[in-house]
């Protein structure tokens, strides 16, 4: 059975970093595409970077971009999360999610064909 465990949240002040860690088990990750979301208080589910099974294809939301970098180590069955420069609207829990794909460039940014969630880590952007 597939696990997804995220790591690697905390409190942070403005202008910091934090890197996220989603490590898979139970399946390789040479198979899954892997989505980062989040969600606000009071707020939806908001999709903030994908990457395809094969690392080629990355995408990211417009209010992340330039400061967010999604990565993964398909060999420590590992996907990561760099956030610089946190403003405090990134305040959220985050959560990776999977999907199992033989599409090695698909990178998908909305929550729907995900199957597999981790349970979530906070991310407090505050001074």
């Known amino acids: 059975q597939l696990q997804l465990v995220e790591s690697g949240g905390g409190l942070v002040q403005p202008g910091g970093s934090l890197r996220l860690s989603c490590a898979a088990s139970?399946?390789?990750?040479?198979?899954?595409?892997i989505g980062w979301f989040r969600q606000a208080p009071g707020k939806e589910r908001e999709g903030v970077s994908c990457i395809s099974s094969r690392g080629g294809s990355t995408n990211y939301a417009d209010s992340v971009k330039g400061r967010f970098t999604i990565s993964r180590d398909n060999a420590k069955n590992t996907v990561y999360l760099q956030m610089n420069s946190l403003k405090p609207e990134d305040t959220a829990v985050y959560f990776c999610?999977?999907?199992?794909?033989?599409?090695?460039?698909?990178?998908?940014?909305?929550?729907?064909?995900?199957?597999?969630w981790g349970q979530g880590t906070q991310v407090t952007v505050s001074s």
């Open positions: 139970g399946f390789t990750l040479d198979y899954l595409a």
């Open positions: 999610a999977a999907f199992i794909t033989t599409v090695p460039a698909m990178c998908v940014m909305t929550s729907r064909p995900y199957d597999y």
